[in-house]
Each structure stands twice: as structure tokens, then as C-alpha cells.
């Protein structure tokens, strides 16, 4: 929950977290200073404390543990500070300070606490030894079932009560998963590509060595002796290789926690510790093994590799056929990461174009979420001075800015006349309490009946305004102006005005959900968003915005001030991020992948000078040379595409959780992917192609 | 014998421009070889005896002089025009043999005729038949890897066999090879030079030299008097 909490500077905005006096106790967190709550803390009567959390305590006490025992205002109220929390998850939420439930406004209401119906809280428990997620499901059915019998007014059998039960590193892992394995795989298989990139390049080398591992092995070397060589050789560049990964990792360590952020609250682990150095080495000698493999353990011919002239023959079948397996496998997955990479950047495309309903151009949203009391006054002076400015056009309020949070905060709600219905099949809808003007501020469009209008301004709302997602779900084949709606299981009803265009609330990926809306009224006690129309610009208006609130309520603390424009990309930042990384990694598999064909193509000409030599001596034309290494290459690239392409087929469905309204199998997206690898690598091997031509035929035909 | 001769070189010189000045790898060489001619090109090591036989090749261009084969000038020739008179007329057979390792025997056979527009299954039913000249046919499938180094040479001689040349060029043949080997390829170049075949051979060892049907002498570059049987 927001609050405004006094006492120490400026009055600020903070995220409380409202627990049980026991809730650190049970999850074994002990406190850095001072102490957590203790038992009775959270009753009714108890006096307000506070627990600061680790990072709250050194961004606004700079650390100092002085800080336990001094005295902060909140909600009218003297609050304690008892104790500062070590570092921990921004989990359940990232909050600034935890208080008792007794503290809370809300949940230490008698009314409040009344109403068994009102889920107000999540509930945390630890697991007994042995004890299955199953089996306390049940456990808690049971409790339900109990609850229900005993109180059939407040748990109606036509809404029934039920639970779920999920794991919390499940929850603390949030919707990170997918978009981590989908970058761990990525991450794979560039590396893949570098493994044979260097695998190659091994064999390259070792065709000039091909004689020291013969005299080595004549002199007594086993074969066991010159692969441990080998590898060692090969490991002990991978790990320089680690070693420079690691490194990197390190300077960016900050951004990487940035981004993790985005996903999970578990983006305080993200450091440099023993695990990811094991990982690190152990990644790094697998590399190193797969990398010299190749080369360790390939079968030689002692004698032959002994003998002078050993250049009779132009390079073996076996070492070339390897080396075009290694190159096919690097442009096979080039393409599935190319491809990949394509496919993510269109979607991104498809979100940065999608319309979501409403306007973001000369709008700037305040954030004021926890208002003083007497918010309906405060409401109508700052509406009042602030539409009075010359600079601004209009102001709206809401409970929720569309994007803002990106939370989809349903209700359960009521049909009037549809038969009462199990409490898993009850309708819910996103519910948001908006000024009569919300929806012309954001130029929201309006489809049937009418806007919200000044005169709904009551005490308690009667009417609502419904979007077209709501009406298409729940009044397939009648009109819905006219209907009514209980959000109080019939205790009260709002009246459907107006029906308006569908807004993209949650995210922008996300499709519009049913959502209703409600004007606000004079007991307003919802998180307070504000919305400005202004030509001005942020920084210019920012100033009068905050004058005027300060005016309004010096108490009242600003949260954030931000165009809605900045609020839609902040929205898009994550895909546009992964977009991002996706296609870097992409960029880094092709670089590769084009270094390893100008390479091997480079190296089959300076080994088939004799060769070429030959095929000079036998007529070919320096055309015919050219095509001929070229056609090399670039079968080579072309195998490697089709097979990438029909593993893609089987591995695309994997990306249809990241994707925004793309398919995973898009053949033009597979076939333009190929025809540019294509071309990159024909113009890439131009140059050691045209090297061929040059080998004089009469000095390669003498060499041995 | 046809009055026009097959090759004619008039005062064909190859020099180099070293830090030592200029160093003439063959000076004024003047020769005539006809058709039918077995002739063979001797002298010591480092006469110019290979640089001789390039030019002859077309593998290598003199710095001045004039060559003429099968009566056109071939001494002013773009490389693209080498090439296909090297394809058309002339074979080669190298001391090192000189066959490519990851084509079967019959593929390195037909390969002077993949240089041509010809059908594949052509191709091969002539290199075929050029194999079966040196009684290797049954090692078609073999990969040169897998033959001894006179069962090579002979591959390399069915090789310049395949496009029918006017000549055939042999330098060293026999360089690479026993006693045993290297005669059972020489008594193969006197076949083929009973079956009207022109050869012309460099080779440093007198017993193989006899056996042509003439010899010229190179020494310092230098074109000594010829012999002839």
C-alpha cells in the first residue's frame, strides 16, 4: 500500500508492506538492527511500528542505524521505527518499510475486518516437514468448506470460497522464466557457433602440425598423450576466453541486475559469486574440450605424415569432410538464431505499432497514489487551479493509469437478471474509478450511449460506463446500455450509460480485458492518478503541478510526474530489451559464423594450391577456380540453412511466448533470412576466392 | 609427318630480375618437335629444364621469343586462352603425380573433360576407356590414396590421356618411383609413342633418356646440340 510518510525531510511516498506480527519470523529473516514485530503488535490497539527495509534504510538514512527508535508520522499517527531488514527480494512487492496490520487504514478497520468476503490479504505459510502441496490444498478445502457452513451469509453457496496454493519460489519467479530460458538458449547456442568456429580453426592449425604430432608419436608419444596435449592447449584458451567473459559479465553487472528486475524481485541476486564461477569454469572447459576434440582425437598416419612429399595427395577426404561439417553446423545455427532473431524484431515492430486505444500525446499522468484526507476537496481545488492555467487544456483523474502498473486488477461482479452462478464461473472485469472527463482527456472513443456526465457526481456512484470488451463478453445478443451491475452481490446497482472503445490497460501485448468504470464520488478512497492535457512540456509544467498540489495539501507527496508517452515505452521496455539482446546475440552467431566460412574457405585455398595447380595444368580458367572454391562455400552455407530451417520448425513453437501477434513458423520471415545469410557469405568469401586465382600453377606444381 | 611442326620455339628466353641483376632461367631457345617425336629433355639439376617444359605447357610465359603450336602463336595468349589450349591439347604428367585426394581414380580421370561441355555419363565412359589403356580400370573406385605410387603415375599418365592431346609433357615421370615401376611406365610412354602419340619428356637419368627417340641437351639455360636415333 502507498502512503505519505513524514518526519524525515521532505514528505515522501512510500510502499508499505501490511503484515502479521509473525511474518519475518516465519520466514527466518532476522532483522540487521533492532528488531521485527512481536506478538500482539498487530492487534487491534497496538502501537504503530515500523521495520525499514535494507534498501529504503541506506537510500534515505544513509545507512545509519541510529535510525531505530526515532519517530515518523504516517496516517495521522506516530510510527516507531524497531528494526532495518537485511537485503532481501523486492518480494511480494518492492517495499520501502513493513508496518503491522493494525497500522493499516484499511486492513486495521473494524469494517474492514468484518467483511470475511473483502480478500484484502495473501496468505504466507511454511510447509510442515513432509508435507505435500497437495495435501495442504486439501487441508485448506477442508477449512473452506468449515468457513462456508458457518457463515452462509458472508460465503453464499452461489459464490462459494476456494483458494489457491502456490509455491513462492514460484511466485518469486514470476513471468521471468520464459523470456530466460528463451536468452539462455540463445546464449547456447552462440556459443555453439564459437565452439565450431574454433574447432575449425584447430583443424586448420593442425594440418601445419601434422608432422610434429607424427615425430612426437614416433618418439614414443601414444595417441592418449597427444590428445591430452591437444586438449590441454584448448582448454587452457577457453578458460583466457572464460576469464574475458567473466570480466565483462562483472562490468555490467548493474545493467544485468537492471534488467532482471523487469521480471522477477529476485534481481538482488544477481551477482558475481561462487556459483557463477563454477559455472563459468565448467562452461569454459566444456568449450574447451568440444573445441579440440576435433583435433584430439583424429586418427594419423605416422608414416605417411613422415615421409618428405607427403604432398602427393591433396588433403584427405576425412579431415575436409569434417571441417565442412563443422562449417554446416555454424551456419545452421546461425540461421535458427538469425532467424529467431527476425522473427522476435517483427513482433517488436508489430507491439511499437499496436494501437492501444487511447492517446498519449500531450498527456502527462501524476502519480499521487496515497492522497491526505479529504480527497474530494483536494481533488476539486488542484482540478480547479490547475485547468485555470493558461498552458493546460484539461485534467482527468483515475485509479489506475492505463500502463502504469501493468497490474490487472479484477473484480467479481453481478448481471442484474442472470441466474445466480457458482463462485469460479462469477464474471469479473477491470474495475477503475475515473473523473467524469477520463475518457475525453485520453480521447477514448465513445461507441454507444454516453460519457460519464458532471450530474452522476453523487455520493455513491449509480451509473457505469462499460468498454466494448466487457459488452461483446457479457451481453453477447442483447444491448447493454440500460443493464445493471452489483458489485455488492445486489446491495447496490450501477446502471451501464455508455459503452467506449477498448484501451490497452495491463500492457500493450496484453488484449483488452472487459473493464467498467466508474465516475468518482465525494468518499473517494482509491489510489489517486492524475491525468493533464498540456501542450507544454514536462519539464516547463512539472514546476506548476507541483506548486499547485503543495498548495493544495503541503502533506501530499508526488510520486512520479512522466508524459503517457513515456509511460507507453517504459511498458514496451522489456520486449524492446530482449528484442535487443536477441538480435545482438544474432549479429555475434553471424560475425562468427561469416568468420569461420571466409576462414576455412581461405585455408582450403592456401592447402589447395597444388590442386589448384593441377586443375590450371588440366585447363581450368581463373573463372572456373573462382566458382569452383565459391560453389565450395556456399553449398556449404546453403546445407546449413536448410537443416537450421527444419530444426527451426520444430523449435519455433518455443517462441510463441515471446512473440506479439507473429508466428513462429513464418516461411518469408525463414526465406528472406536465408536469401540475406546468402548473400553475406557470397560477398564474404569473395576475397579469399579471389586469392585462388592467384597461385602461380607452375611454382604449386613443384612444391612438396 | 606432317611438313607444319607441332611445337616450334624461336629464340625463347625466361629471365628473372633478382637483386643480383638479371638471371636467365633459359636464353635463345630455338627447338622443333614434330608430331609423333619422342623427345627428351636432359640435363642437370637447375638447367632450366622444367622452365622449359612450363613454357612448353603453357604454364609458364617466356620473356621473349615466339612458340608456336599446331602453327598458332601461342607466346602472346591471355589466360583464358591458355587454358583452354592447355585443356584441348597438351598433358601433363608430373613427377609427384599429382592427383587429387578426395576424387575416386575415375573422377580425377575425367577431370580435364568437367572443363568442356560434356555430359557427365560422357565423361566418364571416356575416362573409362583412357583407364583401361593403362590397365587400371578395375581401381576406378579407388581413391589415389589407396594405390601404390606406380599404380599413381599410371592414373596421371590416363589422365592426360582423356582429351586426346597433341602432346604429352612429362617432367620427371619416373622421379618418384623404383626401378621396377619406373620402367613399366616408361615401356608405357614407348607404347604410346608407337601409336603415333608425341611426348616430350625431361628427365635427368640417362637410362630413361635413352629410350626416346631423341635427346636435347640443356645446360645453364643454354640449349646444347641434340641427338637424335
Known amino acids: 500500500m502507498s502512503f505519505t510518510l513524514l518526519g524525515h525531510g521532505d514528505a515522501s511516498n512510500v510502499e508499505a508492506g501490511v503484515v502479521s506480527w509473525n511474518f519475518f519470523e516465519m520466514l527466518g529473516i532476522k532483522p540487521l538492527f533492532g528488531r521485527t514485530f512481536l506478538p500482539g503488535e498487530d492487534e487491534q490497539g497496538a502501537k504503530p511500528l515500523i521495520v525499514l527495509s535494507h534498501q529504503y534504510w541506506r537510500e534515505k538514512f544513509n545507512g545509519n542505524p541510529d535510525v531505530v527508535g526515532m519517530s515518523l508520522e504516517m496516517n495521522n499517527a506516530v510510527h516507531q521505527v524497531i528494526g532495518i531488514l537485511p537485503a532481501l527480494p523486492a518480494y511480494p512487492f518492492k517495499n520501502d518499510i513493513w508496518i503491522g496490520s493494525s497500522s493499516c487504514p484499511g486492513r486495521g478497520n473494524i469494517v474492514y475486518n468484518s467483511q470475511r468476503s473483502w480478500a484484502v490479504s495473501n496468505l504466507y505459510g511454511k510447509l510442515k516437514l513432509g508435507t505435500s502441496l497437495q495435501s495442504a490444498s486439501l487441508d485448506f478445502n477442508t477449512i473452506s468448506q468449515q468457513l462456508q457452513l458457518a457463515y452462509p451469509d458472508q460465503y453464499p453457496k452461489s459464490q462459494g470460497l476456494s483458494n489457491t496454493l502456490t509455491p513462492m519460489r514460484t511466485d518469486m519467479a514470476g513471468e521471468s522464466g520464459k523470456t530466460f530460458y528463451l536468452l539462455m538458449g540463445i546464449t547456447l547456442l552462440v556459443l555453439l557457433v564459437a565452439c565450431a568456429n574454433v574447432a575449425n580453426l584447430n583443424l586448420a592449425r593442425t594440418a601445419s602440425r601434422k608432422q610434429e604430432f607424427a615425430i612426437r608419436e614416433a618418439l614414443g608419444a601414444s595417441p592418449r598423450r597427444i590428445a591430452r596435449q591437444v586438449l590441454t592447449e584448448s582448454i587452457f584458451l577457453s578458460l583466457i576466453g572464460g576469464a574475458l567473459g567473466l570480466l565483462l559479465a562483472m562490468l555490467s553487472l548493474d545493467l544485468l541486475a537492471d534488467f532482471t528486475a523487469l521480471y522477477t524481485p529476485l534481481a538482488s541476486e544477481v551477482k558475481i559469486n561462487a556459483s557463477v564461477l563454477i559455472f563459468c569454469?565448467?562452461?569454459?572447459?566444456?568449450?574447451?574440450?568440444?573445441?579440440?576434440?576435433?583435433?584430439?582425437?583424429?586418427?594419423?598416419?605416422?608414416?605417411?605424415?613422415?615421409?618428405?612429399?607427403?604432398?602427393?595427395?591433396?588433403?584427405?577426404?576425412?579431415?575436409?569432410?569434417?571441417?565442412?561439417?563443422?562449417?554446416?553446423?555454424?551456419?545452421?545455427?546461425?540461421?535458427?538464431?538469425?532467424?529467431?532473431?527476425?522473427?522476435?524484431?517483427?513482433?517488436?515492430?508489430?507491439?511499437?505499432?499496436?494501437?492501444?486505444?487511447?492517446?498519449?500525446?500531450?498527456?502527462?499522468?501524476?502519480?499521487?497514489?496515497?492522497?491526505?484526507?479529504?480527497?474530494?476537496?483536494?481533488?476539486?481545488?488542484?482540478?480547479?487551479?490547475?485547468?485555470?492555467?493558461?498552458?493546460?487544456?484539461?485534467?482527468?483523474?483515475?485509479?489506475?493509469?492505463?500502463?502504469?502498473?501493468?497490474?490487472?486488477?479484477?473484480?467479481?461482479?453481478?448481471?442484474?437478471?442472470?441466474?445466480?452462478?457458482s463462485r469460479d464461473e462469477r464474471p469479473e472485469a477491470l474495475r477503475n474509478e475515473v473523473s467524469v472527463n477520463f475518457h475525453q482527456v485520453l480521447n477514448i472513443p465513445l461507441l454507444?450511449?454516453?460519457?460519464?456526465?458532471?450530474?452522476?457526481?453523487?455520493?455513491?456512484?449509480?451509473?457505469?460506463?462499460?468498454?466494448?470488451?466487457?459488452?461483446?463478453?457479457?451481453?453477447?445478443?442483447?444491448?447493454?446500455?440500460?443493464?445493471?451491475?452489483?458489485?455488492?452481490?445486489?446491495?447496490?446497482?450501477?446502471?451501464?450509460?455508455?459503452?467506449?472503445?477498448?484501451?490497452?490497460?495491463?500492457?500493450?501485448?496484453?488484449?483488452?480485458v472487459p473493464t467498467f468504470y466508474i465516475p468518482w464520488v465525494s468518499n473517494w478512497q482509491y489510489d489517486l492518478q492524475m491525468l493533464i492535457k498540456t501542450q507544454a512540456l514536462l519539464k516547463t509544467i512539472t514546476p506548476l503541478i507541483t506548486k499547485v498540489v503543495h498548495e493544495a495539501n503541503p502533506r501530499q507527496a508526488i510520486v512520479d510526474i512522466a508524459t503517457l508517452k513515456y509511460i507507453k515505452d517504459k511498458s514496451l521496455a522489456s520486449p524492446r530489451l530482449v528484442g535487443s539482446l536477441v538480435s545482438l546475440f544474432a549479429l555475434l552467431a553471424f560475425l562468427i559464423t561469416l568468420s569461420g566460412v571466409i576462414g576455412v574457405v581461405a585455408f582450403n585455398v592456401s592447402q589447395s594450391s597444388k590442386e589448384i595447380g593441377i586443375r590450371v595444368a588440366l585447363g581450368a580458367n581463373p573463372k572456373r577456380i573462382r566458382n569452383l572454391f565459391a560453389l565450395q562455400g556456399m553449398l556449404l552455407c546453403v546445407i546449413g540453412i536448410f537443416i537450421g530451417s527444419v530444426i527451426m520448425v520444430f523449435l519455433s513453437p518455443l517462441l510463441s511466448n515471446v512473440l506479439f501477434q507473429t508466428e513462429p513458423f513464418n516461411l518469408p520471415m525463414y526465406l528472406l533470412t536465408a536469401v540475406v545469410i546468402c548473400l553475406v557469405a557470397a560477398l564474404a568469401i569473395l576475397v579469399p576466392v579471389q586469392q585462388a586465382t592467384k597461385v602461380q600453377p607452375n611454382q604449386a606444381l613443384r612444391e612438396q | 609427318?606432317?611438313?607444319?611442326?607441332?611445337?616450334?620455339?624461336?629464340?625463347?628466353?625466361?629471365?628473372?630480375?633478382?637483386?643480383?641483376?638479371?638471371?636467365?632461367?633459359?636464353?635463345?631457345?630455338?627447338?622443333?618437335?614434330?608430331?609423333?617425336?619422342?623427345?627428351?629433355?636432359?640435363?642437370?639439376?637447375?638447367?632450366?629444364?622444367?622452365?622449359?617444359?612450363?613454357?612448353?605447357?603453357?604454364?609458364?610465359?617466356?620473356?621473349?621469343?615466339?612458340?608456336?603450336?599446331?602453327?598458332?602463336?601461342?607466346?602472346?595468349?591471355?589466360?583464358?586462352?591458355?587454358?583452354?589450349i592447355r585443356n584441348k591439347e597438351i598433358g601433363f604428367i608430373f613427377q609427384s603425380f599429382n592427383l587429387i585426394?578426395?576424387?575416386?581414380?575415375?573422377?580425377?580421370?575425367?577431370?580435364?573433360?568437367?572443363?568442356?561441355?560434356?555430359?557427365?555419363?560422357?565423361?566418364?565412359?571416356?575416362?573409362?576407356?583412357?583407364?583401361?589403356?593403362?590397365?587400371?580400370?578395375?581401381?576406378?573406385?579407388?581413391?589415389?590414396?589407396?594405390?601404390?605410387?606406380g599404380q599413381?603415375?599410371?592414373?596421371?599418365?590416363?589422365?592426360?590421356?582423356?582429351?586426346?592431346?597433341?602432346?604429352?609433357?612429362?617432367?620427371?615421370?619416373?622421379?618418384?618411383?623404383?626401378?621396377?615401376?619406373?620402367?613399366?611406365?616408361?615401356?608405357?610412354?614407348?607404347?604410346l609413342n608407337d601409336e603415333g602419340r608425341t611426348i616430350c619428356m625431361v628427365t635427368h637419368d640417362a637410362r630413361f633418356a635413352k629410350r626416346s627417340s631423341s635427346v636435347v641437351e640443356l645446360q645453364d639455360g643454354i640449349l646444347l646440340d641434340s641427338s637424335s636415333k
Open chain 2, 1 to 84: 609427318m606432317n611438313e607444319e611442326p607441332l611445337i616450334k620455339l624461336v629464340s625463347l628466353t625466361k629471365s628473372f630480375t633478382t637483386d643480383a641483376g638479371e638471371i636467365h632461367a633459359i636464353k635463345d631457345i630455338n627447338l622443333i618437335i614434330n608430331a609423333g617425336d619422342y623427345i627428351c629433355i636432359a640435363g642437370p639439376s637447375g638447367c632450366g629444364k622444367s622452365t622449359l617444359l612450363s613454357i612448353l605447357g603453357l604454364l609458364d610465359t617466356a620473356t621473349s621469343g615466339d612458340y608456336y603450336l599446331n602453327g598458332h602463336q601461342a607466346h602472346d595468349l591471355d589466360v583464358y586462352q591458355r587454358a583452354e
Open chain 2, 101 to 149: 585426394g578426395d576424387l575416386t581414380v575415375l573422377e580425377n580421370v575425367a577431370l580435364p573433360l568437367s572443363y568442356r561441355k560434356m555430359k557427365k555419363s560422357e565423361r566418364m565412359e571416356i575416362a573409362m576407356n583412357s583407364l583401361e589403356k593403362v590397365n587400371m580400370a578395375e581401381r576406378a573406385k579407388y581413391y589415389p590414396a589407396q594405390l601404390s605410387g
Open chain 1, 448 to 512: 454507444q450511449g454516453k460519457y460519464l456526465q458532471l450530474s452522476d457526481d453523487k455520493n455513491s456512484p449509480t451509473v457505469t460506463v462499460i468498454n466494448k470488451s466487457f459488452a461483446d463478453r457479457f451481453f453477447i445478443n442483447e444491448p447493454a446500455i440500460g443493464k445493471r451491475i452489483s458489485l455488492d452481490e445486489g446491495a447496490t446497482w450501477l446502471e451501464i450509460i455508455g459503452i467506449v472503445g477498448d484501451i490497452r490497460e495491463v500492457k500493450v501485448d496484453t488484449s483488452p
Open chain 1, 281 to 421: 569454469l565448467t562452461v569454459s572447459v566444456f568449450t574447451g574440450i568440444i573445441s579440440g576434440a576435433s583435433v584430439a582425437f583424429q586418427q594419423r598416419n605416422i608414416s605417411e605424415s613422415l615421409k618428405e612429399g607427403s604432398g602427393n595427395i591433396t588433403t584427405t577426404v576425412n579431415s575436409k569432410k569434417l571441417r565442412q561439417a563443422l562449417l554446416i553446423t555454424q551456419f545452421c545455427l546461425a540461421f535458427i538464431i538469425l532467424t529467431s532473431a527476425t522473427l522476435i524484431s517483427l513482433s517488436l515492430y508489430r507491439l511499437n505499432l499496436q494501437d492501444i486505444g487511447f492517446d498519449t500525446t500531450d498527456i502527462i499522468a501524476v502519480d499521487l497514489s496515497s492522497s491526505a484526507n479529504e480527497r474530494s476537496e483536494f481533488i476539486i481545488d488542484v482540478a480547479k487551479r490547475l485547468t485555470a492555467a493558461p498552458e493546460i487544456d484539461s485534467v482527468g483523474f483515475s485509479s489506475e493509469i492505463p500502463l502504469m502498473t501493468g497490474r490487472d486488477k479484477r473484480r467479481f461482479f453481478q448481471i442484474e437478471g442472470q441466474n445466480s452462478i
Open chain 2, 152 to 191: 599413381q603415375q599410371r592414373i596421371a599418365v590416363a589422365r592426360s590421356l582423356v582429351v586426346d592431346p597433341s602432346i604429352l609433357l612429362a617432367d620427371e615421370p619416373t622421379g618418384n618411383l623404383d626401378s621396377k615401376n619406373g620402367g613399366a611406365i616408361m615401356d608405357l610412354f614407348d607404347e
